[in-house]
């Protein structure tokens, strides 16, 4: 089995920095990709970043230029450095793996920006 546990998330005011980790573990052959999800209260789970086993990064459009995702590959942590952070991105945040041909999800964690 494999899980995925987030941390870093928080309250902060519109401008500030937040940084989550997710730390992958359990029996792991092969990582085709990581990358992070966020969901809003009444709205669909939506894509923020993704890192590819290559390094190829994706970005949905509404944070390019200020987040930015990251891996350690010996930690089998994956991160999410957030700054010049939006009250539109409030969100449960989920860290997301496709790992050993499945895709598995983190409990999620709460990032909060106040105006």
């Known amino acids: 089995q494999v899980q995925l546990v987030e941390s870093g998330g928080g309250l902060v005011q519109a401008g500030g920095s937040l940084r989550l980790s997710c730390a992958a573990s359990g029996s792991i052959f092969s990582i085709n990709a990581m990358g992070w999800y966020r969901q809003a209260p009444g709205k669909q789970r939506e894509l923020v970043a993704s890192i590819a086993s290559g390094g190829t990064t994706t970005y949905a459009d509404s944070v390019k230029g200020r987040f930015t995702i990251s891996r350690d590959n010996a930690k089998i942590t994956v991160y999410l450095q957030m700054n010049s952070l939006k009250p539109e991105d409030t969100a449960v945040y989920y860290c997301?793996?496709?790992?050993?041909?499945?895709?598995?999800w983190g409990q999620g964690t709460q990032v909060t920006v106040s105006s």
């Open positions: 997301m793996g496709r790992i050993n041909l499945n895709t598995y």
